[in-house]
């Protein structure tokens, strides 16, 4: 603690010894790139946060087995929702589990065109609630951000959701990220 302590009054000093001219210098430089990326990306999805529990977005990204997720939930310009407070379950169909609907089905999806029943399918997937897979246990049906009722059914230790099984949980800040290993389509797009 007080190496720590002692670290930042140098890194303090330092930072006050430093000129004027660098410091502005500096300061509208990064100024300049901030607002660029505000221009581009706006929203809270956006924001920057290193200190607190990621969120359902976050996850996501940071996931290698999750880009094609990622990249449906930009397709269809949901982002700022999965970083809303909550609390919110997602269950996130991994790459594999997109690799296994019919060939050119994601492609297809992806095209502006098809924003609408893309997001309709990536909200089949999302439930307001922060509930394990255990308590999930309790349901025989879920009420999705779709508007669609989801059936849940267990089997001995799992319990699958559409048909797709929780493979694995992730807490969130804004709720939990449940891995599931099929893409739970709605019964009408």
């Known amino acids: 603690?007080?190496?720590?302590?002692?670290?930042?009054?140098?890194?303090?000093?330092?930072n006050i010894g430093c000129k004027n001219g660098a410091r502005n210098e500096a300061t509208t430089s990064n100024q300049n790139d901030s607002e660029a990326i505000l221009e581009?990306?706006?929203?809270?999805?956006?924001?920057?946060?290193d200190a607190s529990t990621p969120n359902i977005l976050q996850i996501a990204i940071?996931?290698?087995?999750?880009?094609?997720?990622?990249?449906?939930?930009?397709?269809?310009?949901?982002?700022?929702?999965?970083?809303?407070?909550?609390p919110l379950m997602v269950f996130a169909p991994t790459n594999t589990?997109?690799?296994?609907?019919?060939k050119g089905t994601v492609e297809d999806l992806l095209k502006p065109e098809n924003k609408d029943v893309?997001?309709?399918?990536?909200?089949?997937?999302?439930?307001?609630?922060?509930?394990?897979?255990?308590f999930l246990k309790n349901f025989k049906k879920l009420g999705q951000a779709n508007d669609q009722n989801v059936p849940v059914e267990v089997k001995g230790d799992d319990v699958f959701v559409g048909g797709a099984r929780i493979i694995a949980s992730?807490?969130?800040?804004?709720?939990?990220?449940?891995?599931?290993?099929?893409?739970?389509?709605?019964?009408t797009q």
């Open 118 to 134: 893309l997001a309709n399918i990536l909200k089949y997937h999302v439930t307001p609630g922060n509930y394990s897979k255990e």
């Open 62 to 86: 940071g996931s290698p087995d999750h880009s094609t997720l990622v990249a449906a939930v930009q397709a269809a310009e949901l982002e700022n929702a999965l970083v809303n407070a909550g």
């Open 1 to 14: 603690m007080k190496f720590n302590m002692m670290g930042l009054f140098l890194l303090f000093a330092l």
């Open 97 to 102: 589990a997109f690799d296994a609907l019919p």
């Open 170 to 187: 992730v807490p969130a800040g804004n709720g939990i990220v449940h891995i599931v290993d099929k893409v739970i389509l709605p019964p």
């Open 40 to 49: 581009n990306n706006k929203g809270q999805a956006f924001i920057e946060d």
